[in-house]
Protein backbone atom coordinates (compact mmCIF):
# COMPACT_ATOMS: atom_id res chain seq x y z
CA UNK A 1 0.00 0.00 0.00
CA UNK A 2 2.41 2.59 0.69
CA UNK A 3 4.20 1.47 -2.68
CA UNK A 4 1.90 2.20 -4.44
CA UNK A 5 1.28 5.89 -2.39
CA UNK A 6 4.81 6.34 -3.06
CA UNK A 7 4.48 5.80 -6.83
CA UNK A 8 1.13 7.68 -7.23
CA UNK A 9 2.90 10.82 -5.58
CA UNK A 10 5.88 10.79 -7.83
CA UNK A 11 3.46 10.23 -10.97
CA UNK A 12 1.70 13.25 -9.96
CA UNK A 13 4.52 15.36 -9.11
CA UNK A 14 5.80 14.92 -12.56
CA UNK A 15 2.07 15.38 -13.82
CA UNK A 16 2.06 18.94 -11.73
CA UNK A 17 5.48 19.93 -12.92
CA UNK A 18 4.46 19.64 -16.55
CA UNK A 19 1.36 21.82 -16.04
CA UNK A 20 4.05 24.43 -14.53
CA UNK A 21 6.46 24.35 -16.35
CA UNK A 22 4.18 24.66 -19.53
CA UNK A 23 2.72 28.07 -17.95
CA UNK A 24 5.86 29.16 -17.76
CA UNK A 25 6.50 29.35 -21.72
CA UNK A 26 3.13 30.86 -21.82
CA UNK A 27 4.07 33.36 -19.28
CA UNK A 28 7.44 34.04 -21.01
CA UNK A 29 7.22 34.04 -24.64
CA UNK A 30 3.18 34.43 -25.94
CA UNK A 31 2.70 35.99 -22.64
CA UNK A 32 4.81 38.61 -21.47
CA UNK A 33 7.40 38.99 -24.49
CA UNK A 34 4.59 40.21 -27.01
CA UNK A 35 3.32 42.15 -23.83
CA UNK A 36 6.42 44.04 -23.38
CA UNK A 37 6.55 44.54 -27.63
CA UNK A 38 3.08 45.80 -27.60
CA UNK A 39 4.45 48.36 -25.16
CA UNK A 40 6.89 49.51 -26.98
CA UNK A 41 5.39 49.88 -30.21
CA UNK A 42 2.51 52.06 -28.28
CA UNK A 43 4.87 53.89 -26.37
CA UNK A 44 6.68 54.98 -29.45
CA UNK A 45 3.92 56.17 -31.45
CA UNK A 46 2.52 57.98 -28.07
CA UNK A 47 -1.27 56.26 -29.33
CA UNK A 48 -3.22 53.40 -28.08
CA UNK A 49 -4.54 52.45 -31.02
CA UNK A 50 -1.56 51.63 -32.66
CA UNK A 51 -1.43 47.67 -32.00
CA UNK A 52 -4.06 45.83 -33.31
CA UNK A 53 -6.10 44.63 -30.44
CA UNK A 54 -5.62 41.07 -31.91
CA UNK A 55 -2.27 41.08 -30.68
CA UNK A 56 -3.36 42.97 -27.25
CA UNK A 57 -5.75 40.64 -26.82
CA UNK A 58 -3.38 37.32 -27.83
CA UNK A 59 -1.07 38.88 -24.89
CA UNK A 60 -3.98 38.76 -22.42
CA UNK A 61 -5.67 34.95 -23.14
CA UNK A 62 -1.85 33.81 -23.10
CA UNK A 63 -1.39 35.60 -19.96
CA UNK A 64 -4.52 34.71 -18.14
CA UNK A 65 -5.63 31.16 -19.50
CA UNK A 66 -2.06 29.93 -20.76
CA UNK A 67 0.29 30.88 -17.67
CA UNK A 68 -2.43 31.38 -13.90
CA UNK A 69 -4.50 29.42 -15.41
CA UNK A 70 -2.66 26.36 -16.23
CA UNK A 71 -0.60 26.78 -13.07
CA UNK A 72 -4.15 26.43 -11.55
CA UNK A 73 -5.15 23.43 -13.05
CA UNK A 74 -2.18 21.50 -11.98
CA UNK A 75 -2.41 22.54 -8.44
CA UNK A 76 -6.29 21.73 -8.46
CA UNK A 77 -5.15 18.81 -10.01
CA UNK A 78 -2.59 17.56 -7.06
CA UNK A 79 -4.67 19.69 -3.88
CA UNK A 80 -7.96 19.28 -4.49
CA UNK A 81 -8.29 16.06 -4.33
CA UNK A 82 -6.12 15.90 -1.07
CA UNK A 83 -7.40 18.17 0.41
CA UNK A 84 -11.07 17.43 0.23
CA UNK A 85 -9.90 13.76 0.89
CA UNK A 86 -11.91 12.50 -2.47
CA UNK A 87 -10.46 9.03 -4.11
CA UNK A 88 -8.31 9.24 -6.17
CA UNK A 89 -8.75 10.12 -9.80
CA UNK A 90 -7.15 8.36 -13.27
CA UNK A 91 -3.63 10.20 -14.07
CA UNK A 92 -4.44 9.93 -17.53
CA UNK A 93 -7.58 12.34 -16.82
CA UNK A 94 -4.79 14.69 -15.85
CA UNK A 95 -2.96 14.22 -18.80
CA UNK A 96 -5.29 14.78 -21.18
CA UNK A 97 -6.66 17.84 -20.13
CA UNK A 98 -2.87 18.95 -20.21
CA UNK A 99 -2.90 18.04 -23.30
CA UNK A 100 -6.42 18.97 -24.81
CA UNK A 101 -5.48 22.82 -22.69
CA UNK A 102 -1.82 23.47 -24.27
CA UNK A 103 -3.06 22.84 -27.79
CA UNK A 104 -6.28 24.99 -27.42
CA UNK A 105 -4.27 27.92 -26.05
CA UNK A 106 -1.07 27.57 -28.15
CA UNK A 107 -3.85 27.57 -31.30
CA UNK A 108 -5.81 30.29 -29.99
CA UNK A 109 -2.42 32.74 -29.65
CA UNK A 110 -0.97 31.98 -33.13
CA UNK A 111 -4.30 32.78 -35.00
CA UNK A 112 -4.79 35.67 -33.27
CA UNK A 113 -1.21 37.08 -33.71
CA UNK A 114 -0.70 35.39 -37.32
CA UNK A 115 -4.53 35.20 -38.72
CA UNK A 116 -3.99 32.13 -41.00
CA UNK A 117 -7.33 30.03 -41.28
CA UNK A 118 -8.74 31.63 -38.22
CA UNK A 119 -12.16 31.76 -38.61
CA UNK A 120 -11.42 27.92 -37.96
CA UNK A 121 -9.10 27.64 -35.63
CA UNK A 122 -10.21 30.63 -33.19
CA UNK A 123 -13.48 28.03 -32.43
CA UNK A 124 -11.39 25.46 -32.65
CA UNK A 125 -9.61 26.29 -30.34
CA UNK A 126 -12.08 27.89 -27.38
CA UNK A 127 -13.66 24.31 -27.81
CA UNK A 128 -10.23 22.47 -27.13
CA UNK A 129 -9.80 24.61 -23.50
CA UNK A 130 -13.41 23.96 -22.73
CA UNK A 131 -13.22 19.97 -22.86
CA UNK A 132 -9.87 20.48 -21.13
CA UNK A 133 -11.61 22.11 -18.47
CA UNK A 134 -14.86 19.81 -18.02
CA UNK A 135 -12.07 17.06 -17.82
CA UNK A 136 -10.53 18.96 -15.15
CA UNK A 137 -13.89 19.19 -13.29
CA UNK A 138 -14.99 15.50 -13.68
CA UNK A 139 -11.97 14.60 -12.44
CA UNK A 140 -11.92 16.68 -9.55
CA UNK A 141 -15.46 17.32 -8.79
CA UNK A 142 -17.45 14.42 -9.57
CA UNK A 143 -15.32 11.78 -7.28
CA UNK A 144 -16.72 10.62 -3.61
CA UNK A 145 -15.16 11.29 -0.21
CA UNK A 146 -13.42 8.68 0.71
CA UNK A 147 -13.79 7.23 4.34
CA UNK A 148 -12.19 9.91 6.85
CA UNK A 149 -13.19 12.74 4.62
CA UNK A 150 -15.13 15.40 7.02
CA UNK A 151 -18.80 15.72 5.54
CA UNK A 152 -18.95 19.51 6.08
CA UNK A 153 -17.72 21.68 3.35
CA UNK A 154 -15.29 24.43 4.42
CA UNK A 155 -16.10 27.86 3.03
CA UNK A 156 -12.73 28.03 0.96
CA UNK A 157 -14.49 24.87 -0.97
CA UNK A 158 -17.52 27.25 -1.91
CA UNK A 159 -15.00 29.93 -2.83
CA UNK A 160 -13.23 27.54 -5.29
CA UNK A 161 -16.14 26.21 -6.54
CA UNK A 162 -17.42 30.01 -7.32
CA UNK A 163 -13.89 30.73 -8.70
CA UNK A 164 -14.40 27.45 -11.07
CA UNK A 165 -17.83 28.11 -12.32
CA UNK A 166 -16.28 31.60 -13.23
CA UNK A 167 -13.82 29.40 -15.10
CA UNK A 168 -16.92 27.67 -16.98
CA UNK A 169 -18.72 30.74 -17.87
CA UNK A 170 -15.40 32.41 -19.45
CA UNK A 171 -14.66 29.50 -21.31
CA UNK A 172 -18.08 29.29 -22.37
CA UNK A 173 -18.37 33.19 -23.44
CA UNK A 174 -15.04 32.54 -25.02
CA UNK A 175 -16.32 29.60 -27.41
CA UNK A 176 -19.84 31.84 -28.17
CA UNK A 177 -17.92 35.23 -28.77
CA UNK A 178 -15.17 32.90 -31.20
CA UNK A 179 -18.02 31.57 -33.40
CA UNK A 180 -19.36 34.66 -33.53
CA UNK A 181 -16.63 36.74 -34.52
CA UNK A 182 -15.41 33.47 -36.82
CA UNK A 183 -18.44 33.85 -38.80
CA UNK A 184 -18.98 37.40 -38.87
CA UNK A 185 -16.05 39.72 -38.08
CA UNK A 186 -13.09 40.84 -40.39
CA UNK A 187 -10.10 39.72 -37.99
CA UNK A 188 -9.51 37.32 -34.89
CA UNK A 189 -10.44 40.37 -32.32
CA UNK A 190 -13.23 40.39 -29.77
CA UNK A 191 -15.33 43.72 -30.12
CA UNK A 192 -14.05 46.12 -27.89
CA UNK A 193 -16.93 46.59 -25.62
CA UNK A 194 -17.79 42.43 -25.32
CA UNK A 195 -13.70 42.22 -24.33
CA UNK A 196 -14.38 44.68 -21.42
CA UNK A 197 -16.89 42.65 -20.26
CA UNK A 198 -15.16 39.74 -20.87
CA UNK A 199 -12.26 41.04 -19.00
CA UNK A 200 -14.29 41.80 -15.77
CA UNK A 201 -15.81 37.46 -15.84
CA UNK A 202 -12.54 36.12 -17.07
CA UNK A 203 -10.36 38.23 -13.89
CA UNK A 204 -13.35 39.01 -11.21
CA UNK A 205 -15.45 36.29 -11.52
CA UNK A 206 -12.59 33.49 -11.80
CA UNK A 207 -8.90 34.53 -10.87
CA UNK A 208 -10.06 36.68 -8.24
CA UNK A 209 -11.88 33.92 -5.92
CA UNK A 210 -9.77 31.53 -7.00
CA UNK A 211 -6.78 33.07 -4.95
CA UNK A 212 -9.53 34.29 -2.13
CA UNK A 213 -10.13 30.29 -1.90
CA UNK A 214 -6.57 29.29 -1.79
CA UNK A 215 -5.62 32.40 0.30
CA UNK A 216 -8.09 31.25 2.76
CA UNK A 217 -6.92 27.87 2.67
CA UNK A 218 -3.36 28.19 3.18
CA UNK A 219 -2.58 31.75 4.49
CA UNK A 220 -3.68 31.61 8.47
CA UNK A 221 -1.29 28.42 8.10
CA UNK A 222 1.68 30.12 6.15
CA UNK A 223 1.19 33.80 8.09
CA UNK A 224 0.22 32.93 11.46
CA UNK A 225 -3.29 34.82 11.08
CA UNK A 226 -6.05 34.19 13.37
CA UNK A 227 -8.96 31.96 12.22
CA UNK A 228 -10.70 32.73 9.23
CA UNK A 229 -13.93 34.36 9.49
CA UNK A 230 -16.58 32.20 7.50
CA UNK A 231 -19.37 34.21 7.14
CA UNK A 232 -17.12 37.08 5.95
CA UNK A 233 -15.53 35.40 3.25
CA UNK A 234 -18.92 34.19 1.98
CA UNK A 235 -20.19 37.77 1.82
CA UNK A 236 -17.74 38.59 -0.11
CA UNK A 237 -17.67 36.19 -2.81
CA UNK A 238 -21.63 37.09 -2.91
CA UNK A 239 -20.41 40.65 -3.57
CA UNK A 240 -17.99 40.02 -5.93
CA UNK A 241 -20.17 37.69 -8.03
CA UNK A 242 -22.80 40.49 -8.00
CA UNK A 243 -20.06 42.83 -9.29
CA UNK A 244 -19.31 40.62 -11.92
CA UNK A 245 -22.90 40.01 -13.12
CA UNK A 246 -23.56 43.92 -13.16
CA UNK A 247 -20.42 44.82 -15.09
CA UNK A 248 -21.38 42.13 -17.36
CA UNK A 249 -24.50 44.05 -18.49
CA UNK A 250 -22.30 46.99 -18.33
CA UNK A 251 -22.92 48.81 -14.71
CA UNK A 252 -19.93 49.67 -14.40
CA UNK A 253 -20.07 51.87 -11.35
CA UNK A 254 -22.63 49.55 -9.05
CA UNK A 255 -20.17 46.91 -10.23
CA UNK A 256 -17.24 48.73 -9.08
CA UNK A 257 -18.74 48.97 -5.73
CA UNK A 258 -19.47 45.77 -5.20
CA UNK A 259 -16.18 44.66 -6.14
CA UNK A 260 -14.47 47.01 -3.78
CA UNK A 261 -16.66 45.94 -1.22
CA UNK A 262 -16.25 42.34 -1.79
CA UNK A 263 -12.22 42.87 -2.05
CA UNK A 264 -12.47 45.07 1.47
CA UNK A 265 -14.65 41.69 2.99
CA UNK A 266 -12.22 39.36 1.81
CA UNK A 267 -9.22 41.05 3.19
CA UNK A 268 -11.24 41.62 6.59
CA UNK A 269 -12.75 37.79 6.24
CA UNK A 270 -8.37 36.33 6.25
CA UNK A 271 -7.32 38.95 8.73
CA UNK A 272 -4.52 39.90 6.47
CA UNK A 273 -4.24 43.57 8.02
CA UNK A 274 -4.72 42.22 11.70
CA UNK A 275 -1.23 40.80 13.97
CA UNK A 276 -0.21 37.20 13.12
CA UNK A 277 -0.64 35.18 16.69
CA UNK A 278 2.05 32.66 15.29
CA UNK A 279 5.29 33.28 13.54
CA UNK A 280 5.29 33.13 9.66
CA UNK A 281 6.44 29.54 8.23
CA UNK A 282 9.42 31.02 6.06
CA UNK A 283 11.94 28.72 6.12
CA UNK A 284 12.36 28.02 2.82
CA UNK A 285 11.27 30.78 1.45
CA UNK A 286 12.20 35.01 1.67
CA UNK A 287 10.77 36.60 4.98
CA UNK A 288 9.15 38.83 3.35
CA UNK A 289 6.92 36.52 2.45
CA UNK A 290 4.27 38.30 4.04
CA UNK A 291 4.55 41.45 3.74
CA UNK A 292 4.60 41.34 -0.11
CA UNK A 293 1.08 39.31 0.39
CA UNK A 294 -0.21 42.27 1.70
CA UNK A 295 1.08 44.37 -0.70
CA UNK A 296 -0.91 42.52 -3.61
CA UNK A 297 -4.55 42.67 -1.50
CA UNK A 298 -3.56 46.36 -1.30
CA UNK A 299 -3.01 46.24 -5.23
CA UNK A 300 -6.55 44.31 -5.07
CA UNK A 301 -8.50 47.03 -3.33
CA UNK A 302 -6.42 49.45 -5.54
CA UNK A 303 -8.00 47.90 -8.84
CA UNK A 304 -11.30 47.77 -7.73
CA UNK A 305 -11.20 51.72 -6.52
CA UNK A 306 -9.65 52.48 -10.00
CA UNK A 307 -12.87 50.62 -11.76
CA UNK A 308 -14.95 52.72 -10.19
CA UNK A 309 -13.10 55.70 -10.88
CA UNK A 310 -12.83 54.72 -14.22
CA UNK A 311 -16.59 54.15 -14.52
CA UNK A 312 -17.11 57.77 -13.45
CA UNK A 313 -15.22 58.98 -16.55
CA UNK A 314 -16.02 59.57 -20.41
CA UNK A 315 -12.61 58.38 -21.72
CA UNK A 316 -10.89 56.31 -19.49
CA UNK A 317 -8.76 54.15 -21.36
CA UNK A 318 -5.94 54.80 -19.44
CA UNK A 319 -7.46 54.44 -15.86
CA UNK A 320 -9.22 50.78 -17.01
CA UNK A 321 -6.04 49.99 -18.16
CA UNK A 322 -4.32 50.64 -14.96
CA UNK A 323 -7.17 49.00 -13.04
CA UNK A 324 -6.85 45.99 -14.83
CA UNK A 325 -2.84 46.05 -14.81
CA UNK A 326 -3.61 46.50 -10.56
CA UNK A 327 -5.58 42.98 -10.90
CA UNK A 328 -3.47 40.72 -13.15
CA UNK A 329 -0.06 41.73 -12.11
CA UNK A 330 -0.22 44.12 -8.66
CA UNK A 331 -2.42 41.24 -7.28
CA UNK A 332 -2.67 37.91 -9.49
CA UNK A 333 0.82 37.91 -10.54
CA UNK A 334 2.31 38.80 -7.22
CA UNK A 335 -0.07 36.25 -5.53
CA UNK A 336 1.68 33.34 -7.79
CA UNK A 337 4.66 34.71 -7.24
CA UNK A 338 4.86 34.30 -3.25
CA UNK A 339 2.07 31.61 -2.75
CA UNK A 340 3.76 29.57 -5.83
CA UNK A 341 7.31 29.71 -4.51
CA UNK A 342 5.70 28.45 -1.34
CA UNK A 343 3.93 25.86 -2.52
CA UNK A 344 5.11 24.13 -5.99
CA UNK A 345 8.47 23.12 -4.61
CA UNK A 346 7.15 21.28 -1.90
CA UNK A 347 4.50 19.82 -4.19
CA UNK A 348 6.81 18.36 -6.29
CA UNK A 349 8.65 15.95 -4.50
CA UNK A 350 9.50 17.83 -1.39
CA UNK A 351 11.85 20.41 -2.82
CA UNK A 352 13.77 23.17 -1.50
CA UNK A 353 13.59 26.80 -3.28
CA UNK A 354 16.38 27.67 -5.57
CA UNK A 355 16.93 30.99 -3.97
CA UNK A 356 15.04 33.08 -1.64
CA UNK A 357 16.83 36.11 -1.89
CA UNK A 358 16.25 35.83 -5.69
CA UNK A 359 12.26 35.45 -4.77
CA UNK A 360 12.79 38.67 -2.72
CA UNK A 361 14.78 40.74 -5.64
CA UNK A 362 12.12 39.36 -7.97
CA UNK A 363 8.93 40.47 -6.09
CA UNK A 364 10.99 44.28 -5.73
CA UNK A 365 11.02 44.48 -9.22
CA UNK A 366 7.43 43.30 -9.94
CA UNK A 367 5.45 45.53 -7.67
CA UNK A 368 7.94 48.51 -8.93
CA UNK A 369 7.58 47.54 -12.71
CA UNK A 370 3.54 47.60 -11.58
CA UNK A 371 3.34 50.64 -9.84
CA UNK A 372 5.28 52.30 -13.08
CA UNK A 373 3.08 50.95 -15.23
CA UNK A 374 -0.25 51.90 -13.45
CA UNK A 375 0.25 55.45 -12.56
CA UNK A 376 2.59 56.01 -16.41
CA UNK A 377 -0.46 54.43 -17.70
CA UNK A 378 -2.67 56.83 -16.16
CA UNK A 379 -0.80 60.29 -17.13
CA UNK A 380 -0.29 59.00 -20.35
CA UNK A 381 -3.46 57.73 -21.94
CA UNK A 382 -5.33 60.39 -19.86
CA UNK A 383 -2.95 63.38 -21.49
CA UNK A 384 -1.85 64.40 -17.87
CA UNK A 385 1.68 63.93 -18.64
CA UNK A 386 3.25 63.28 -21.98
CA UNK A 387 6.84 62.82 -20.64
CA UNK A 388 4.68 59.39 -18.73
CA UNK A 389 4.99 57.53 -22.33
CA UNK A 390 8.65 56.87 -21.92
CA UNK A 391 8.17 55.52 -18.78
CA UNK A 392 5.47 52.65 -19.97
CA UNK A 393 8.32 50.54 -21.67
CA UNK A 394 10.57 50.84 -18.90
CA UNK A 395 7.91 49.43 -16.41
CA UNK A 396 7.65 46.34 -19.16
CA UNK A 397 11.19 45.64 -18.96
CA UNK A 398 11.33 45.87 -14.96
CA UNK A 399 8.58 43.46 -15.24
CA UNK A 400 10.09 41.20 -17.55
CA UNK A 401 12.63 40.91 -15.63
CA UNK A 402 10.81 39.94 -12.40
CA UNK A 403 8.70 36.88 -14.47
CA UNK A 404 12.32 35.74 -16.24
CA UNK A 405 13.68 35.52 -12.48
CA UNK A 406 10.61 33.56 -11.37
CA UNK A 407 10.84 30.91 -14.22
CA UNK A 408 14.80 30.88 -13.64
CA UNK A 409 14.28 29.90 -9.58
CA UNK A 410 11.52 27.90 -10.38
CA UNK A 411 12.97 25.82 -13.01
CA UNK A 412 16.50 25.03 -10.97
CA UNK A 413 14.29 24.29 -8.06
CA UNK A 414 12.97 21.53 -9.84
CA UNK A 415 15.83 20.34 -11.92
CA UNK A 416 17.34 19.84 -8.24
CA UNK A 417 17.39 16.65 -6.58
CA UNK A 418 14.39 16.05 -4.50
CA UNK A 419 13.37 13.45 -1.09
CA UNK A 420 9.76 12.16 -2.48
CA UNK A 421 7.45 11.41 0.64
CA UNK A 422 4.01 10.06 0.14
CA UNK A 423 1.86 13.20 0.87
CA UNK A 424 3.65 16.54 1.44
CA UNK A 425 0.66 18.39 1.78
CA UNK A 426 -0.07 17.14 5.31
CA UNK A 427 3.56 18.01 5.88
CA UNK A 428 2.81 21.72 5.09
CA UNK A 429 -0.36 22.08 6.61
CA UNK A 430 0.30 19.91 10.09
Same mark, same amino acid.
Given at each position: ?8 ? &? ?5 ? @???? %? ?15 ? $??? &??? /? ?17 ? +? ?8 ? #? ?10 ? &? ?21 ? @? ?9 ? @?? #???? /? ?47 ? $? ?15 ? *????? +???? =?????? %? ?12 ? *? ?18 ? $? ?34 ? /? ?5 ? !? ?8 ? =? ?22 ? +? ?24 ? =?? *? ?31 ? =? #? ?9 ? &? ?9 ? !??? !? ?16 ? *? $?????? !??
Amino acid at each position: MMDRAVARE &KALSVML @RAYI %FTGLVFMLLPGTMLGVW $NLI &KIS /SREAAESVSPAWIQAHGHA +QLFGWVATFI #LGIGFYSIPKLR &KLSPFALWEGWLCWALWVVGVTT @RWLCTVYPWEW @RV #LMPL /SASLELAAFLIFFQAVGSHRPSRGAPKAWESWIFVVIAATLGLFASLGL $NLGASIQVALHAASPAF *PHEFD +QRYL =IVSTWG %FLVPMVWGFSARWL *PVFMGLRPLRNAFLLAAVGL $NTAGVVMGFFEHFTVAGVLLLGGAVLAVVSIRLFEP /SVKPART !TTIHESFPVF =IRIAYGWLLTAAALGIWASRVREA +QGIWGASRHALTVGFIAAMVFCVGQR =IL *PAFCGMRTLWSARLMLVMLVLLMTGCALRVASE =I #LAYQDFAPWAW &KVLPVSALIEL !TAV !TLFAINLVVTFLRPAAVV *P $NPLTIM !TE
